[in-house]
């Protein structure tokens, strides 16, 4: 059960229930969908919830992410959880991407997907794909693009094993996911990542600064995030090393965020990221190799 004592019950729930949140908006919008007809749409019967998934209480809602409470909720608090603001943050993952006219871009944990929006605005001949376990989420992802007049296609799918082709993504992107994942699921999203890449295709990250984090405590525990403590402890450039990525890099972004990089190399098409029972051991610090990685040619 989700504990209802927590900072964000007692402090900041009251205040975006007051001053921020048009609660009687989201009511309405929560009740003009007909969610089993909604999730229909999407829900892969085949699909298999990890673990950690169904039962981790993210952000105190008892059943996750798979509520149409917590995807009407998820845009308007998010709106206000980056600062210096959501679109500034977004931007950030964008303005990093180096890889030239991506043509087949995954958003991975794409949730309501505000970020796999604003990358097919940017690269609009591309192929987009939004890819989250929650059909609730997808739904409102659905909702936007329509509105938003863009051709996204949606897919229920867990991110560690997407049953998509070999070698047929050139940029690969996750915002706001691994700080939800425990360390096994990450590695194991990296390593999924690693292999739907074509060499010269980059795997792009946005999440909070692991560093940061390290040493603010109360602010891991403001948001109700059952694995962030361990997100924190942990290291995204090692664990992509981990995965074989090259060129990794980690860009601290106002000082809470940071964007991580990670290229597939040229020179290592055929290199085997490490074994599975490898990716257990945080604190292997494997050197990511350097310059070996080019962005794919436009
Ligand atoms: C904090 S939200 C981030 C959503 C979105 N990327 C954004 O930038 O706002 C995390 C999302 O990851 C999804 N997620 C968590 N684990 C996943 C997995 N193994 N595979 C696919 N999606 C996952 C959740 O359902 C949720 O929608």
Redesign the pocket.
Known sequence: MPRQDTLFERFLSPFFRTFLIDEPALQQLKAEIDWPQATQRFQRSDLTY?D??RTAP?HGIAA??LTPDAAVT?DPI?HYVLPPGEAIV?QALIDAIRVQSPQRIL??????????LRLKQTFPQADVIG????PH?LVMADRKAQAANQSITWLH????QTGLADHSFDLVT????F???PPT?TQA?LREGYRLLKTGGEFLI?DGNQQTLRFTPWLMDIFEEPYIHAYAEGSLDADLGRAGFGAVQTTPFWGIHQVTRGGKPIAQATATPCPPEAANDRKLEREPATGDWVPMPG
């Open positions: 990890p950690y998934y993210f996750g992410y998820y998010t977004r958003d991975l944990g794409c949730g309501t997907g505000s970020m796999t890819l989250d376990l929650s989420m799918a867990d991110a560690a996750a915002a706001l996911l700080h939800e994942t699921v999203i946005l």
